[in-house]
């Protein structure tokens, strides 16, 4: 059973140093601090990419199609341990093979509700074993898609998917690291 104390998350400065600690529940409002995450894409083993579109009872983005998974490290946890954590949480399997792609992603983005996110977001690719079992407060459907598949719609209908995911596709282009490699 989880305890408070296992759904905080690490508040950052403006040199996204660690500052302090707040409940998961009370950060993201219309007035959300800068805090630590994480943003996770699956690969099978064609080198196709997990969609995932969130829950439509998510605080933030509701129903919207994203990157496979997404989460907040706890305080003094290594990113890696809660992606492999999370993976497991959300979608019900273990991922191996993590690897950081985008170590310093930032953003800030309002959804149409005026809910924020305002997170250092590092971005982590992973391979995975067994089958996925989603958990339904989290995932409403999932899809895989091509990386080209997933260029193609992130040029035709960026409204339609994350912000952070539209934006990281940009950053991992622009870095070399898209199309993402298996391994």
């Known amino acids: 059973m989880e305890t408070l104390a296992d759904d905080l998350v690490v508040l950052l400065d403006e040199h996204d140093r660690p500052a302090g600690t707040a409940p998961r529940a009370t950060v993201h409002t219309t007035r959300?601090?800068?805090?630590?995450?994480?943003?996770?894409?699956?690969?099978?083993?064609?080198?196709?990419v997990l969609l995932t579109r969130r829950a439509v009872t998510k605080r933030t983005w509701p129903g919207v199609w994203t990157n496979s998974f997404c989460g907040h490290p706890r305080p003094?946890?290594?990113?890696?341990?809660?992606?492999?954590?999370?993976?497991?949480?959300e979608l019900g399997i273990s991922v191996r093979d993590v690897r950081c792609l985008l170590p310093d992603f930032r953003y800030r983005a309002v959804d149409p509700g005026g809910m924020v996110e305002n997170e250092l977001c590092p971005v982590y690719a992973a391979t995975f074993d067994g089958e996925i079992s989603p958990a339904p407060d989290e995932v409403a459907e999932?899809?895989?898609?091509?990386?080209?598949?997933?260029?193609?719609?992130?040029?035709?209908?960026?409204?339609?998917?994350?912000?952070?995911?539209?934006?990281?596709?940009?950053?991992?282009?622009?870095?070399?690291a898209w199309p993402l490699g298996s391994g």
Do not use: N
């Open 76 to 89: 003094g946890e290594e990113v890696a341990h809660a992606v492999e954590r999370r993976a497991q949480d």
């Open 32 to 48: 959300t601090p800068l805090h630590l995450a994480f943003s996770c894409y699956l690969l099978d083993a064609d080198g196709r």
């Open 142 to 176: 999932l899809r895989w898609a091509t990386q080209d598949e997933l260029s193609r719609a992130v040029t035709a209908a960026p409204w339609a998917l994350s912000p952070w995911l539209v934006s990281q596709l940009a950053q991992l282009e622009r870095s070399g």
